[in-house]
Structure formats: structure tokens, C-alpha cells
T-cell receptor, first 110, second 117 residues
Framework: EAQVTQNPRYLITVTGKKLTVTCSQN?????MSWYRQDPGLGLRQIYY???????DKGDVPEGYKVSRKEKRNFPLILESPSPNQTSLYFC?????????FGNGTRLTVT | AQSVTQLGSHVSVSEGALVLLRCNYS??????LFWYVQYPNQGLQLLLK??????LVKGINGFEAEFKKSETSFHLTKPSAHMSDAAEYFC???????????????FGKGTKLSVKP
């Protein structure tokens, strides 16, 4: 089954404790992206990757890092999380087709 | 630059009534337009897309949308609402099918649809 898998689904952490949200797709897509969703703001792009070893900033990259060492994986890294990064995060992938989205990761930073 | 405006953050209809969710876009190049639906505690699911050709596009679950270039609109409609249609709906624009030459699919802020029995 074609899918984008994010882990974990829920995460509660404290300010400053590094964390990684994983994203994996099994569709051999070149393009992958991370979004955050906040009430009243819709989805905003954090980072995207056009292919392996090619990443670029989206609209709200501050406080986040990504890497694309393999085609299937695109982890989102928060080196020092802060409460304003409490949000619902979505990973997506695509390749000459509309984006496929993961089921989301709800992150709470206290 | 591209942008999307969804009119109405909340829309409420009665079961069986017409659903109309409004979306206007801004794009300097011919746009690709999308509607996504998000059910509670789930990710986004593609409802329908406009790329080129026929301006009236049909999607899943009985939804359709019409691309009107002169009005820069891509409103989503369904003739008869069902309780299961209650969800949040996002309109999005891009200059490509999957993410744009700038790597971005621009989303509207979403419209929550409530369906009353």
C-alpha cells in the first residue's frame, strides 16, 4: 500500500530537548516536504526536498533542520524545541502527482 | 507569488443541502489547483485537482469544483450534504502537480464544514 508514514503520532517534550520526527514514503517519490498546521493559519511549509541531498527552506524554517540522505526518508529535527513549536506536523511526498500526506504528528513542547 | 483565500473559516449546512466552499487564488502563472479534505485526527486526503483542460472537475465523495479563470476562483460544491462530509477543507495552489518549481504547495487557511441533521 502506497503511504507516507510519520512517527511518532503524538509527542510531548520539554523545552530544549532535541527531538526527531521521522517520515518515510514507499512510493519512490523525489519530492518530500514538511508542513506545520496551526488553527486559523492553515498549513505552512517548513522545509522541502526535491531529491536526495537537495533540501531548501519553506516559509517557516526557523528552529528546524532536515536531512535527505535517502530517497525514502526525510526526518524533521528540532535541535532545541520551544513552546511556539507546539503544533501538528505533516510530512508529504510527490512525484508528478498530487502530494500524499502522512497522518500527522502532534507535538507539544512544555 | 501565489496565494489562496478561502472565504469563511466555518460553514454550516443542513443534511441534504447544497455545500459551497469558496476559494479564490492568485497566481502569476497558469495554476494547478487542489482541494484537500481533513477528517478529525487524520492527514489530508486529495478530493480533486485541476491541471489543464476541462474546467469542471469531479472528485471523490460527490464533490466537484469549477475553475473560473476570469474570477480567479475554484469553488468546491456538492449538491447534497451528508453527515460524513463534516471535516475541514483546504484549497491549495501550485505551479506544478507536486510542489511547484519553488517547492511549495500554497494552502488556504481552511474551512470547517459542519453538517446538521
Amino acid at each position: 500500500e502506497a503511504q507516507v508514514t510519520q512517527n511518532p503520532r503524538y509527542l510531548i517534550t520539554v523545552t530544549g530537548k532535541k527531538l526527531t520526527v521521522t517520515c518515510s514514503q514507499n512510493m519512490n517519490h523525489e519530492y518530500m516536504s514538511w508542513y506545520r498546521q496551526d488553527p486559523g493559519l492553515g498549513l505552512r511549509q517548513i522545509y522541502y526536498s526535491m531529491n536526495v541531498e537537495v533540501t531548501d527552506k519553506g516559509d517557516v524554517p526557523e528552529g528546524y533542520k532536515v536531512s535527505r540522505k535517502e530517497k525514502r526518508n526525510f526526518p524533521l529535527i528540532l535541535e532545541s524545541p520551544s513552546p511556539n513549536q507546539t503544533s501538528l506536523y505533516f510530512c508529504a511526498s510527490g512525484s508528478n502527482s498530487p502530494l500524499h500526506f502522512g497522518n500527522g504528528t502532534r507535538l507539544t513542547v512544555t | 507569488a501565489q496565494s489562496v483565500t478561502q472565504l469563511g473559516s466555518h460553514v454550516s449546512v443542513s443534511e441534504g443541502a447544497l455545500v459551497l466552499l469558496r476559494c479564490n487564488y492568485s497566481s502569476s502563472v497558469p495554476p494547478y489547483l487542489f482541494w484537500y479534505v481533513q477528517y478529525p485526527n487524520q492527514g489530508l486526503q486529495l478530493l480533486l485537482k485541476y491541471t489543464t483542460g476541462a474546467t469542471l472537475v469531479k472528485g471523490i465523495n460527490g464533490f466537484e469544483a469549477e475553475f473560473k479563470k476570469s474570477e480567479t476562483s475554484f469553488h468546491l460544491t456538492k449538491p447534497s450534504a451528508h453527515m460524513s462530509d463534516a471535516a475541514e477543507y483546504f484549497c491549495a495552489v501550485s505551479d506544478s502537480l507536486y510542489g511547484g518549481s519553488q517547492g511549495n504547495l500554497i494552502f488556504g487557511k481552511g474551512t470547517k464544514l459542519s453538517v446538521k441533521p
